[in-house]
């Protein structure tokens, strides 16, 4: 079992949901996860978050209905040479970024160009994933992206809604098999992630697992097999000094964040 979900959306992501922080860990908790990552969607995505929400929950509880959150988001790739739609204060203050392609803040280029902008945008330290490199919109050099993740220490992302029968990205299967045999031969660790937009699909790995066991991918690749593994590749496993250790008070309310 995967006990920690890294990619997942709250109402600040601007759509697909109403919950909040507090009510994605609770219901992450239900679930039997350890470690529940909050990434919203950045500013560049239609109505999501504000930079002052990212500035805003860097500051807080990271001890929710008993499990460890982890703060983050999910930020737009805004151009070929990979800049991010987050200023460099706001993201180094969050516990870790996921930098993604999303259809209305770059056209698709030609396979150079997209493969490019994914490997500039994995220059920025503060980016530790890289959310579904598998829209057939997008197509990519799958050995030069896991050649660069390897470099910049990024892992890559098996992302279960894109594999999903209702994904809309496309037939991504050939490519995620492809980044998976790239990866492999490369020892470049993935992720799998939900990409749950509210609490419905937190620590859904239905798809996601079923195609990196039918080839054998390493589980030593996986992330998240191991929980303090995923901590310390996110670099957070030294910073649970920060982590309040009180009860949440704002857990059964509807406080935003």
Not at 53 to 61: C, D, L, T
Not at 68 to 83: F, K, P, Q, T
């Amino acid at each position: 079992m995967y006990t920690c979900d890294m990619h997942t959306h709250t109402i600040a992501s601007g759509h697909g949901t109403s919950a909040t922080i507090a009510e994605m860990a609770k219901a992450a908790a239900a679930k039997g996860m350890t470690i529940l990552g909050i990434t919203d969607h950045g500013p560049g995505t239609m109505a999501a978050g504000t930079t002052s929400y990212f500035r805003g929950i860097s500051k807080s509880a990271r001890l929710r209905s008993g499990i460890r959150v982890c703060l983050g988001a999910e930020s737009n790739i805004m151009d070929y040479d990979g800049r991010l739609d987050l200023p460099d204060d706001i993201l180094q203050d969050l516990d870790y970024v996921i930098a993604s392609i999303h259809y209305g803040c770059l056209k698709p280029g030609g396979r150079e160009a997209n493969t490019r902008a994914y490997a500039l945008a994995m220059r920025h330290p503060c980016v530790k994933i890289i959310g579904h490199p598998d829209d057939t919109r997008y197509p990519l050099d799958y050995d030069r992206l896991a050649e660069a993740a390897g470099e910049y220490g990024v892992a890559l992302e098996v992302n279960n809604a894109s594999l999903a029968p209702d994904g809309w990205r496309g037939d991504v299967r050939p490519n995620i098999l492809a980044m998976l045999k790239a990866c492999r031969e490369k020892k470049v660790p993935v992720i799998l992630s939900s990409d749950s937009h509210g609490p419905a699909h937190i620590g859904d790995f239905t798809y996601a697992e079923r195609v990196v066991e039918e080839v054998n991918f390493p589980r030593s690749l996986i992330l998240n097999a191991d929980p303090a593994h995923m901590l310390d590749f996110l670099g957070v496993g030294e910073a649970d000094r920060k982590v309040p250790r009180y009860r949440d008070p704002f857990e059964e309310t509807h406080y935003i964040p």
